[in-house]
């Protein structure tokens, strides 16, 4: 697992430095949309309702439309106004006894390693949490977004769980459980008798996702025969993009730009981590090439544009050899 956060959490004068990773993955099975004709991807262009024109990442902003028809528009430095905890803190607000979060608030699990030399305030801090049976109530701050959260001991392991707003969580109310008659004594005897003779202890790998696999096998199967339904994908479509990837691409851009040139630009908000940024850099500096050969828009510095222009007339030249003019249209406007 690689860490996606690095701090250290703060309760009194005592602090822990601790790694973040998530501690939970989707094994869901991805699908692309694609033309049922021939299984060409179908790809997407953000296009500007007012002018028309297909809009570069680098020059979308984010709005908000009131009830009464007005839209106020936010830019990057508008959010870097907003309040927010310490990047590299998990500041602890308070310890509340485990059974008093509901659930229902949980969201997002994340395991904390220790990231010093001796652990030994780590250990201290999780064997605590565990005598007492309260969970810590922190801030934890990630990608520019405070979240409320709770700090618990696992198995002798630091875990984050981020937690709901309170006003995130809708109120039940339903007329129909209104004057409900209560059960009578005997139908609940029969109801516990039922249950007792159904109870086990809970272990999560009895349990399997029968729809994931039976649709790997139906896709496995699928590839084994061939058919009509199995498309040979093209080099230079296998290597492009869907537009969220393509916009986390341009935002990455902007970073590796403004830090180059020092120049220019909006600052991006970025993840705190440095390994993050490493990695973003190295993906910004292998992607963005193709993103401007594939979505054919002019970039923001007036070199690239001369570049990319240079680019355009051999990419034709070459795409005009390969395949019909038909194809070609659709790979641009992909």
Same mark, same amino acid.
Request: aromatic share 6%; net charge negative; hydrophobic share 35%.
């Given at each position: 697992?690689?860490?996606?956060?690095?701090?250290?959490?703060?309760?009194?004068?005592?602090?822990?430095?601790?790694? $973040?990773?998530?501690?939970?993955?989707?094994?869901?099975?991805?699908?692309?949309?694609?033309?049922?004709?021939?299984? %060409?991807?179908?790809?997407?262009?953000?296009?500007? @309702?007012?002018? %028309?024109?297909?809009?570069? +990442?680098?020059?979308?902003?984010?709005?908000?439309?009131?009830?009464?028809?007005?839209?106020?528009?936010?830019?990057?430095?508008?959010?870097?106004? *907003?309040?927010?905890?310490?990047?590299?803190?998990?500041?602890?607000?308070? +310890?509340?006894?485990?059974?008093?979060?509901?659930?229902?608030?949980? =969201?997002?699990?994340?395991?904390?390693?220790?990231?010093?030399?001796?652990?030994?305030?780590?250990?201290? *801090? /999780?064997?605590?949490? #565990?005598?007492?049976?309260?969970?810590?109530?922190?801030?934890?701050?990630?990608?520019?977004?405070?979240?409320?959260?709770?700090?618990?001991?696992?198995?002798?392991?630091?875990?984050?769980?981020? *937690?709901?707003?309170?006003?995130?969580?809708?109120?039940?109310?339903?007329? @129909?459980?209104?004057?409900?008659?209560?059960?009578?004594?005997?139908?609940?005897?029969? !109801?516990?008798?039922?249950? #007792?003779?159904?109870?086990?202890?809970?272990?999560?790998?009895?349990?399997?996702?029968?729809?994931? $696999?039976?649709?790997?096998?139906?896709?496995?199967?699928?590839?084994?025969?061939?058919?009509?339904?199995?498309?040979?994908?093209? #080099? @230079?479509?296998?290597?492009?993009?869907?537009? =969220?990837?393509?916009?986390?691409? /341009? !935002?990455?851009?902007? @970073?590796?730009? /403004? &830090?180059?040139?020092?120049?220019?630009?909006?600052?991006?908000?970025?993840?705190?981590? &440095?390994?993050?940024?490493?990695?973003?850099?190295?993906?910004? &500096?292998?992607?963005?090439?193709?993103?401007?050969?594939?979505?054919?828009?002019? $970039?923001?510095?007036?070199?690239?544009?001369?570049?990319?222009?240079?680019?355009?007339? !051999?990419?034709?030249?070459?795409? &005009?050899?390969?395949?019909?003019?038909?194809?070609?249209?659709?790979?641009?406007?992909?």
């Amino acid at each position: 697992m690689r860490s996606i956060w690095k701090g250290a959490i703060a309760f009194g004068l005592v602090n822990v430095p601790v790694k $973040v990773y998530s501690a939970t993955e989707s094994h869901d099975i991805k699908f692309h949309q694609v033309h049922a004709k021939d299984g %060409g991807r179908i790809k997407y262009q953000r296009v500007c @309702s007012e002018c %028309g024109e297909v809009v570069p +990442f680098q020059e979308i902003d984010k709005a908000y439309d009131s009830d009464n028809g007005e839209r106020v528009v936010l830019t990057d430095e508008d959010f870097d106004k *907003l309040p927010a905890a310490e990047k590299h803190e998990i500041p602890v607000l308070e +310890f509340v006894p485990s059974e008093q979060i509901d659930p229902m608030l949980f =969201e997002k699990s994340y395991y904390l390693e220790p990231d010093s030399s001796s652990p030994k305030a780590y250990a201290l *801090l /999780a064997a605590t949490l #565990e005598q007492s049976d309260r969970i810590a109530l922190v801030h934890f701050t990630l990608r520019q977004r405070t979240r409320l959260a709770a700090l618990r001991n696992r198995d002798g392991m630091l875990v984050l769980q981020t *937690l709901l707003w309170p006003d995130e969580v809708r109120a039940a109310e339903f007329p @129909s459980l209104d004057g409900v008659e209560k059960p009578k004594p005997r139908e609940l005897a029969m !109801a516990e008798t039922l249950v #007792e003779s159904m109870s086990g202890d809970f272990d999560p790998t009895e349990f399997t996702d029968e729809y994931q $696999v039976e649709l790997r096998t139906l896709i496995d199967d699928a590839l084994a025969h061939g058919g009509e339904k199995v498309f040979q994908v093209a #080099e @230079s479509e296998s290597e492009g993009e869907d537009a =969220e990837v393509l916009d986390l691409v /341009a !935002a990455l851009q902007r @970073s590796v730009d /403004a &830090a180059g040139a020092g120049t220019g630009g909006k600052s991006s908000r970025s993840s705190s981590s &440095a390994g993050e940024a490493t990695t973003a850099k190295k993906t910004a &500096a292998k992607k963005t090439p193709a993103k401007k050969t594939t979505t054919g828009e002019p $970039v923001a510095e007036k070199t690239a544009a001369k570049k990319t222009t240079a680019k355009k007339a !051999a990419a034709k030249k070459s795409t &005009a050899k390969k395949a019909p003019a038909k194809k070609t249209s659709e790979r641009k406007g992909a």
